[in-house]
């Protein structure tokens, strides 16, 4: 079992930037793919980076295009932690933000499918104003 507990989001107005995180306490992240999705009420999750448990190579980050140059997504193993941050923030990034694990080292190329994870955060809230 692990228990995702994502913080950061708020309030940021349009060309702000945010830095979300993606902890757990009851177990480990980092030896294990994490990814970030969002999503705003009758839409479905979007996916939005991911993060392999080795730093360096293929695959080993990945984002989506609405994200893609200005987000980053980045690992502290000492703080059992995984951050994405964004910067040139537009009000099409509201949403609610939920960091995800699943059982694999690599994220791959289907890291965007959310069913393919199996441990979920309860989300942190985003919303950019203009």
């Known amino acids: 079992q692990v228990d995702l507990v994502e913080s950061g989001g708020g309030s940021a107005q349009t060309g702000g930037n945010l830095t979300l995180a993606c902890t757990t306490s009851t177990g480990t992240i980092s030896r294990r793919c994490v990814a970030w999705f969002r999503q705003v009420p009758g839409k479905e999750r979007e996916a939005v980076a991911s993060?392999?448990?080795?730093?360096?190579?293929?695959?080993?980050?990945a984002y989506g295009d609405s994200v893609k140059g200005r987000s980053t997504i980045y690992r502290d193993n000492a703080k059992n932690t995984v951050y994405l941050s964004m910067d040139s923030l537009q009000p099409e990034d509201t949403g609610m933000y939920f960091c995800a694990t699943r059982d694999a080292i690599a994220c791959g190329g289907v890291w965007s499918r959310p069913t393919l994870y199996n441990f979920w955060g309860q989300g942190t809230q985003v919303t950019v104003s203009s």
């Open positions: 993060a392999s448990a080795y730093t360096i190579g293929v695959g080993a980050t």
